[in-house]
């Protein structure tokens, strides 16, 4: 029973320790070199339709969005700014 209990342990030290890493890196998950491309499925792809340089520009056209939207959701309000709410 014990070789079990340490068994889960060394797993779920290798899980937290790979998820600390994904996040420390702060970088987006890859697929492998497999996948898509070696069974010849990754023109089906609906947003790049198998072409690369255009997923990169989604995915940065994505992060532009996001941080419109941050800047956009400003909590702060002006006081000192004269509008026609003051009136």
């Known amino acids: 029973m014990t070789i079990y209990i340490l068994a889960f342990i060394v797993v779920l030290l290798v899980i937290t320790g790979m998820a600390l890493g994904a996040i420390v890196q702060n970088k987006p998950l890859k697929g492998s070199c497999g ?6 499925m990754k023109k089906d792809c609906d947003i790049c339709g198998g072409d690369d340089d255009e997923c990169e520009k ?14 956009s959701t400003d909590l702060a309000y002006d006081a000192t700014a004269k509008g026609k709410s003051d009136q």
């Not at 996948?35 to 010849?40: C, H, T």
């Not at 989604?58 to 800047?71: F, I, P, V």
């Open 35 to 40: 996948g898509l491309n070696k069974i010849g």
């Open 58 to 71: 989604e995915q940065e056209r994505q992060r532009q969005a996001a941080l419109a939207k941050a800047a």
